[in-house]
């Protein structure tokens, strides 16, 4: 009995202690979050300020809401960013703030699409307009950080150096030889001949058709990227094209001599030039704002009063079943979102805001039907981010008017399977053997055993109404006849400057074209921005995500770069059904 009372109390005390330290966690959580709350409450902008604008996180669609997100746990340090719709409000409010005399660009190389980097260059090219001075410094310059800073008054460079203008570049990685090699056989069934998601489990190069499409929108992209640094800098596009071509820029000084650069410095030297520039002395501290902490400074400016609302659903990642958070779509929250939105009366148009490389067909169709019930009572307009291809334009064909970037990659309509047959892997390599009894001739379709051919017409079946649903919808949606959708379809991709020539997409503009159009649409002149999907809770989502933030933080310090390789192929193990997915992950460094 007496080593049962220690026992007891031994447990007992094990769980005071436990619960102690639970609460010190929390109230340490706490401190911490009305001292980041304090401190960014307390942000005030000085005069003859410059703010810092310097890209080294990946630039997400909205800012997390989430408080908990900027405190170091643990010693686990996490990224302090905000998302696009805060970078493109507080360079805007920085225009008219007599307090900011200027922007410091300090950009090696950004984390987002073309599209997205697209619209942070025009802001910046809006705030030109007020007079005010851009400075761009790096020591390197990848493709995207140069096509950023090319929009600055002056950009400087270490002397020692470098930019990155070679011109672009596409690989693609295929693993049929790897599967082979596993005893694994891809059973494709798909529609489309462009549809080129399934080449790197069946061949080991490039067909014809996908370099034929690879080519286009690649050159169609680096085309604007030339023309658009080229008015920038003052250089003619053939010029650009034979400095990248025979690649000239080499060194530090080949910048400067290619006028891809205005000049040579460290970076004393340029804090020095910033201090003069903005009427700081020199013995002095330069006044300076990071966008991070001048973003609450552009929501303080917000001044909307008006009752009418515009709704912005933002819909960004693959899509899937389910709720969905900021990083996938899932089709039951983004149409709550779009239902919520249709149903409120205050609401008087709606900006869908796409970044998708699509997914589940079955998901697309389910938001589909909800835009397309929305258009039905008010106006509801597209804006598409870096990627709305395959079931990301799925999503986006009901709308009433579709808005792109130059860039943005989009279009890829086509339908795809992907069955393993595993048998020999799991016979040969493995030693496992199934066996079993069925009810039904069709029961049992598996990975353990090769598809049949009668197995095989069914599914191409089901994949050819899919297909022929898909591009009816688009016909219907973009007024075009199906035959027409088909024949610019076939997993097809295209930059938006080619979808605006095709009929797939209406005008090329941003997030804010897209929110005056609609605006414009509901013949309302006064309206406050509402979000979609509402973000989640602060304190749930710590609960939810602590764990996975430990696993995301010690993973990405062990792969680095190859970070993105490793979330491609959790993607590809969680993929089910019948998938409208554009083929690529496209970026360009």
Not at 232 to 253: C, E, G, Y
Not at 395 to 419: E, L, Y
Not at 534 to 549: I, N, T, Y
Request: proline share 2%; charged share 25%.
């Amino acid at each position: 009995m007496k080593e049962f009372f220690k026992f007891v109390f031994a447990s007992m005390l094990g769980f005071i202690l436990s619960i102690f330290v639970m609460v010190i966690l929390i109230v340490v959580l706490i401190i911490g979050i009305v001292s980041t709350a304090s401190n960014e409450a307390k942000v005030s902008v000085d005069k003859n300020s410059i703010l810092h604008l310097s890209l080294d996180y990946p630039v997400t669609e909205r800012t997390s809401k989430n408080p908990f997100e900027n405190i170091d746990v643990l010693g686990f340090e996490t990224e302090k960013n905000i998302g696009l719709n805060d970078i493109l409000a507080s360079i805007k409010t920085a225009k008219t703030d007599e307090n900011i005399k200027g922007i410091y660009l300090d950009v090696a190389s950004i984390q987002s699409g073309f599209a997205t980097i697209e619209e942070i260059r025009n802001a910046l090219i809006d705030f030109k307009k007020s007079g005010k001075f851009i400075i761009a410094y790096s020591e390197v310059y990848t493709k995207g950080a140069y096509y950023l800073a090319s929009v600055a008054d002056k950009v400087y460079l270490n002397p020692e150096g470098m930019i990155d203008f070679r011109g672009f570049s596409s690989e693609i990685t295929f693993f049929k030889g790897a599967l082979d090699k596993l005893g694994i056989e891809a059973q494709v069934i798909k529609v489309g001949t462009y549809k080129s998601a399934v080449e790197p489990f069946i061949l080991d190069k490039m067909s014809e058709a996908n370099r034929k499409q690879v080519t286009s929108f690649l050159g169609s992209m680096y085309e604007h990227y030339l023309q658009k640094i080229g008015e920038s800098r003052r250089i003619s596009r053939d010029s650009l094209f034979t400095i990248a071509d025979n690649a000239l820029v080499r060194s530090a000084k080949d910048a400067v001599k290619y006028r891809l650069a205005d000049g040579l410095k460290y970076k004393d030297e340029i804090l020095s030039e910033l201090k003069n520039l903005s009427g700081i002395a020199q013995k002095k501290d330069l006044n300076s704002v990071s966008i991070a902490d001048y973003a609450s400074v552009a929501h303080d400016n917000k001044t909307e009063r008006s009752s009418n609302r515009i709704a912005v659903i933002y819909a960004v990642g693959e899509i899937m079943s389910g709720q969905g958070d900021d990083t996938y779509i899932g089709s039951e929250g983004i149409s709550q979102a779009i239902r919520k939105a249709r149903l409120d009366d205050k609401i008087k148009a709606v900006v869908f805001r796409i970044n998708s490389p699509g997914g589940s067909a079955l998901a697309s169709d389910v938001i589909w039907r909800e835009v397309e019930l929305t258009k039905k009572v008010k106006p509801i307009i597209v804006s598409m981010g870096d990627v709305a291809a395959s079931g990301g334009y799925y999503i986006a064909c009901a709308a009433d008017s579709i808005f792109a970037q130059p860039n943005t990659i989009t279009g890829s309509i086509g339908i795809f399977s992907v069955i393993p047959n595993m048998q020999k892997f799991f016979n040969n390599k493995l030693g496992i053997t199934f066996d079993g009894v069925k009810t039904g001739k069709f029961a049992d379709i598996s990975i353990t055993r090769p598809l049949r051919e009668d197995e095989k017409m069914i599914i191409q079946t089901e994949t050819n109404q899919i297909y022929a649903n898909f591009t009816q919808k688009v016909a219907n949606g973009r007024g075009k006849t199906a035959a027409f959708i088909d024949s610019i379809g076939q997993g097809r991709v295209w930059t938006g400057a080619e979808a605006i020539k095709i009929g797939l997409v209406d005008r090329l503009g941003n997030i804010n074209d897209a929110i005056h159009s609609a605006a414009k649409k509901a013949k309302i002149k006064e309206y406050k921005i509402v979000e979609y999907p509402a973000q989640k809770d602060p304190f749930k989502e710590l609960f939810d995500s602590s764990g996975d933030r430990i696993r995301t933080y010690f993973t990405k310090q062990e792969l680095g770069e190859n970070y993105t390789y490793y979330q491609q192929l959790k993607s590809v193990l969680k993929t089910t059904g019948t998938q409208a997915r554009m083929p690529y992950n496209v970026v360009i460094k």
